[in-house]
């Protein structure tokens, strides 16, 4: 008896794709190894979410916001990684959006499983997404320096995150947008004007065996739909909009397609080494409150300052990372191919990182 979902699966295609569960697995051509490296996407934007929300939309409310919300690992309540996909006044969103100026969501280099050196009650293999988005008042300076500023973050990092933005832009500014971004998703007193899709979890499937209840990580589209429904006579077209299949009419809620498609691809450029060290800088000032360190007149830091220092840690960390994970895949006794693959890249890299040192 076919049950309802908020989530959905669609293997990688060029072409339409029924929708399947995403809690099974029919075969293992797209599992995501230990080793791949894949970009995750935020691809669409489905028409309609104002006019079946609208409470969302409160008065005097000029914009709306599409962020989203993930990591890989074990989250805290208040330290996911979080990217502003779109930034648009309300009747923009009465169509299917399927381009946007900002859809990375994450580089992935080089996946690890939970079991790699790592405590599996960290739930390190785990990669968790979700997405939100709500309304709020922006004249057009505000809106134009904030589109302005997450470009930049989004070239530097790959990803335009808010919690960067603020090292970026003018003070004013700031207490205008940035504040009012991080209230919005963190104020447990503004929940109710925040719609999210419910999150998912993607877990690992080690040794090619699927485990019953968990999400597979794998390469293809996920349908978040904000509510639930039948997916049993729906399809994702070669769009990337969810259609009714063939003589079919059946009502759909909301919803937003995220892709994990193999390889890093450009955001808005190929991915250089100083962009994954700057990333991995932005995933470490994630970690904490970045509120605390924004410059203000109580706080006249050189922004400047706060940004060269989270690029040198995070080039630091990316060079400590490459070789830990170097020295890790040299210790296997039988690597996956993806894993044999990736250690060969390592060793270029370190090469270059390093060319004193002979790295076998």
Not at 281 to 310: A, H, T, V, Y
Request: proline share 9%.
């Amino acid at each position: 008896m076919p049950v309802p979902h908020r989530i959905a699966y669609a293997p990688p295609s060029n072409g339409a794709r029924p929708l399947e569960p995403v809690y099974s697995l029919a075969s293992n051509e797209h599992i995501i190894h230990s080793g791949d490296g894949f970009t995750i996407l935020l691809k669409t934007i489905s028409s309609n979410i104002l006019t079946t929300y609208p409470t969302i939309a409160k008065k005097g409310s000029s914009h709306m916001i599409v962020l989203s919300e993930s990591g890989i690992g074990a989250p805290t309540p208040n330290t996911p990684s979080r990217v502003v996909h779109s930034v648009e006044t309300l009747p923009y969103y009465s169509r299917d959006i399927t381009s946007l100026w900002s859809p990375g969501i994450k580089w992935v280099p080089d996946y690890r499983a939970s079991s790699e050196g790592v405590s599996n009650t960290e739930n390190s293999g785990r990669l968790y997404l979700r997405v939100a988005t709500f309304c709020e008042q922006f004249n057009q300076e505000v809106l134009d320096e904030v589109k302005v500023t997450l470009s930049k973050v989004s070239e530097l990092v790959g990803r335009a995150s808010p919690a960067l933005a603020p090292y970026l832009m003018p003070a004013n500014i700031i207490l205008d947008s940035v504040f009012s971004i991080i209230d919005k998703l963190a104020s447990p007193r503004l929940r109710d004007l925040v719609l999210r899709t419910e999150e998912l979890s993607l877990w690992p499937v080690k040794n090619e065996q699927f485990e019953a209840g968990y999400a597979p990580l794998r390469f293809g589209s996920y349908i978040f739909f904000f509510d639930q429904v039948y997916i049993e006579n729906l399809e994702l077209d070669s769009a990337n909009v969810v259609q009714p299949t063939a003589n079919r009419v059946q009502p759909y809620p909301p919803y937003v397609v995220i892709d994990l498609v193999e390889g890093l691809l450009p955001l808005p450029s190929q991915p250089s080494e100083k962009q994954l060290s700057a990333a991995q800088g932005l995933d470490i000032l994630e970690k904490f409150d970045s509120r605390f360190r924004i410059p203000s007149k109580e706080n006249p830091s050189d922004p400047s300052k706060i940004l060269d220092g989270m690029l040198s840690i995070g080039e630091s960390a990316y060079n400590v990372s490459l070789i830990k994970r170097f020295l890790y895949l040299k210790s296997l006794n039988s690597p996956l191919p993806s894993q044999q693959r990736r250690l060969e890249e390592l060793k270029l890299q370190l090469r270059d990182l390093f060319p004193g040192v002979e790295w076998q």
